[in-house]
């Protein structure tokens, strides 16, 4: 199947799809005469877990580590669940940086009048790094 095809079939622009094959991250199973890639079921699959890893916010890089092994049928389930562990840590990580963030705005976003005075205690806090 050609390009559109393929990603109408994976859910993503086509745009995604050819970035994905410019990378090496999911090549397309062949190319025709007239030079347009061609996509079979097995490469539409490779995108639709593309498309999944990445919407649990895997980088490029850890897409492609776990599309290798989920290739691979003699992998072990520890590694996939060794990067899975990984990247759950550092989503924990963000979400504790955002509370800390949502925590602080709304102090300032609650210091602050909002009427049509100039002194803004967001503004100052922000110039500053304090919480009003």
Known sequence: MNIG???RAAGLPTKTVRYYAEIGLVKPAARRENG???????????LRFVQRTRSFGFSIDTCRELLAL??????????????????????E????????????????????????RPDCP?????AVGETA
């Open 70 to 91: 989920y290739a691979d049928h003699n992998r072990a389930s520890a590694d996939v669940k060794a990067i899975a562990l990984d990247h759950l840590a550092q989503i």
């Open 5 to 7: 095809d393929a990603a």
């Open 122 to 126: 967001i503004l100052k806090g922000l």
């Open 36 to 46: 347009y890639r061609d996509y079979g079921m097995q490469e539409v699959q490779q």
């Open 93 to 116: 990580t963000k979400m504790a940086e955002l509370q800390s963030l949502h925590a602080e705005l709304t102090n300032l976003a609650s210091a602050c009048q909002g009427d049509k």
